[in-house]
């Protein structure tokens, strides 16, 4: 379906879980690039990924799939399009203890639109159990109102095997 | 609002990048390290400071320049960078150079949070600016270090 050395991109919001997820189906240590947060992003995280992360993993076949992960800020926003560019299709990661987690779907579906147009998304909601807004209903609800029909999986970031679930699901809809 | 929204409306959105943790005093401190290196070279036409993780704090820029964009995409840069080096010789990144047909861009550390882009006008000497850059980065970091004690 694909050559071997396609691509696939993490997004989502700030602590969804993006650097933490492609470290955890990485077969070596991932690129990253995180530094010291400043400021309000302080009180939340430690440190931020501010270019990348970069990892890859090796399929059942032998094919490698690179992984890349975006920063969350908008104010990274170039690196969305420079990371995207012949990707095979997004990962979205969305943390559900945000204040507004449908919003962000929107926020970042919208963002992305142009790619998942000519690719193909799954969304990852992580941080379920913690303060949760939204159930995993809402967020099909939400995607059912604005017309896309797309794979929602409840999913811990850390998780190799979540990871490789939603991985796996992003290569199915592809296919299709 | 609890600070965790705050901080993701600041993320998604454009208000709010008013660079992270620093006074005003300790803004136009930092400023008038950009405006002294500005009236000692004339080989660079304009500079940004800003924290490590992208967000701008101060900046003389010839209008037109977005400072949050300079500030992001340097961070962006100076962090890929610091990994080449660091993967290739096991080693610090003393200068990232951007060399354009219009003129360079430089950027640099300032100490540990902070970095600093500079921007050369075309035809500027590349020595000169670099060195001119090097010290004001260096005044930097020591204004951090007073800042921090």
């Known amino acids: 379906m694909f050559q071997n050395g396609e691509k696939i991109i993490f997004s989502g919001p700030v602590g969804a879980g993006k650097t933490s997820a492609i470290a955890a189906i990485s077969d070596e240590p991932p690129v990253r690039t995180d530094v010291a947060t400043s400021g309000n992003e302080a009180a939340i995280k430690d440190t931020t990924t501010v270019a990348m992360d970069y990892s890859y993993i090796q399929l059942e076949d032998g094919k490698r799939v690179h992984l890349y992960g975006t920063p969350g800020q908008e104010r990274f926003n170039f690196m969305w399009r420079i990371l995207s560019r012949g990707g095979l299709g997004l990962v979205l990661l969305i943390n559900n203890d945000h204040p507004d987690p449908l919003g962000q779907l929107d926020y970042y579906l919208d963002a992305f639109a142009d790619f998942i147009n000519e690719t193909g998304v799954v969304v990852g909601i992580t941080r379920m159990g913690v303060e949760d807004k939204a159930s995993i209903a809402d967020y099909q609800q939400r995607l059912f109102d604005r017309g896309q029909i797309f794979p929602v999986f409840e999913v811990d970031g850390r998780s190799s095997e979540d990871v490789r679930i939603l991985v796996n699901a992003l290569l199915a809809v592809l296919e299709n | ?140 970091a020591e204004l951090n270090l007073n800042m921090d004690t």
């Open chain 2, 1 to 140: 609002m609890t600070i965790v929204s705050e901080i993701i409306e600041m993320a998604s959105g454009e208000a709010g990048q008013q660079g992270g943790a620093v006074s005003e005093a300790a803004r136009q401190e930092l400023e008038g390290l950009l405006v002294l290196m500005l009236s000692d070279c004339d080989d660079i036409s304009g500079g940004v400071i800003s924290a490590s993780d992208g967000h701008a704090i101060a900046e003389r820029l010839q209008s037109g320049l977005d400072k949050h964009r300079f500030a992001a995409m340097s961070s962006a840069l100076l962090a890929l960078s610091d990994n080449v080096a660091r993967e290739t010789h096991d080693g610090g990144v003393k200068n990232v150079l951007i060399q354009s047909d219009s003129g360079n861009v430089l950027i640099l550390h300032a100490g540990n949070q902070r970095l600093l882009t500079v921007f050369c006008r075309a035809n500027a000497n590349l020595g000169m600016s670099l060195s001119h850059a090097s010290k004001c980065a260096a005044e930097i």
